[in-house]
């Protein structure tokens, strides 16, 4: 058996997807942006049974109502982990179990991209379904251990986004919610809305792009909605772009957003520059958030 080495232009012939979140306020769009996608190409994991935005979209969805059913869905889109034993969820045997009761796997060929909503009610079903698991009962008194109900919540978030992340061939976004918040400073500072800290914190590190659809407003102009793509930004949104294609504010338009990660990058010797950008010019446009 020779070693398992991936050539260069065996790597860019793999077909791959876009994994990413978009986090944004209650209202400013996030499900809508279903209407910018393939409908035919798209499957809908419907988890907050709010698709009233939608109404019309001609995609098909899902609509687990346990965390049990998202990890059943997580395996069979994503496939087995061979690396895990058969007791542990994502597993060949937890892939087998479900095929038999799905029935083949083959059916979800027809979508490219998994759109899920939300990722803030997938923490919520998570979190429920931890707390009665014996890990968040104490073992001297038998009585819940909030502690190690996170702990497992934490495990069971990253390994949940972590296998639907190995879909290298299906784009994979998840939406959630975005809380504003006031920092012992009396600043203000955004954080994804999802129980527990662990998601929250190692999320950038597992998705390509972390994107915050919000509500900015030019000097002057009207207020309009946008996508926030650059980790530095004015804002103090989340924000990340793995690509290296995407502006600091991009059309709230998720369909052409992709279409833009697809295309050729600019060389890495030129973007991965540490130089100041040069001053803006007088009188030049400052957007600002509207609050």
Same mark, same amino acid.
């Given at each position: ?13 793999? $077909? ?65 982990? $061979? ?5 542990? #969820? ?43 698991? $014996? ?116 059309? #709230? ?10 295309? $050729? ?10 130089? #100041? ?15």
């Amino acid at each position: 058996m020779s070693l398992p080495i991936i050539s260069a232009d065996q790597r860019l012939a793999e $077909p791959r997807g876009i994994k990413g979140c978009i986090f944004g306020k209650s209202g400013i769009g996030k499900t809508s942006l279903l209407w910018t996608l393939d409908a035919d190409r798209t499957l809908f994991m419907d988890l907050e049974a709010g698709d009233l935005a939608i109404e019309g979209w001609t995609g098909d969805s899902i609509r687990p109502r346990t965390w049990t059913e998202c990890r059943d869905f997580a395996v069979f889109i994503g496939g087995p982990n $061979p690396a895990l034993r058969d007791e542990q #969820p994502y597993s060949p045997a937890h892939y087998a179990a479900v095929c038999d009761r799905f029935g083949d796997p083959a059916a979800l060929d027809r979508y490219d991209t998994i759109f899920v909503d939300s990722i803030t009610v997938a923490g919520r079903l998570c979190f429920g379904w931890c707390k009665g698991q $014996p890990e968040a009962l104490s073992e001297k008194t038998g009585k819940p251990d909030v502690r190690g109900a996170y702990g497992l919540h934490g495990r069971e978030m990253i390994g949940w986004l972590t296998h639907l992340q190995h879909t290298r061939a299906k784009n994979v976004w998840f939406v959630g919610i975005l809380d504003e918040k006031l920092d012992d400073f009396n600043r203000k500072v955004f954080q994804p809305q999802i129980d527990g800290s662990k998601t929250g914190l190692e999320l950038p590190g597992i998705v390509d792009e972390v994107i915050t659809m919000a509500e900015l407003k030019a000097d002057g102009g009207d207020p309009y909605r946008a996508f926030v793509c650059h980790t530095i930004n004015p804002w103090g949104f989340p924000a990340k772009d793995r690509s290296g294609r995407l502006a600091q504010v991009e059309e #709230p338009h998720l369909g052409r957003l992709m279409a833009k990660i697809r295309t $050729p990058a600019t060389p890495a010797s030129d973007r991965l520059t540490y130089a #100041p950008p040069p001053a803006d010019p007088a009188g030049a446009d400052q957007s600002q958030p509207q609050s």
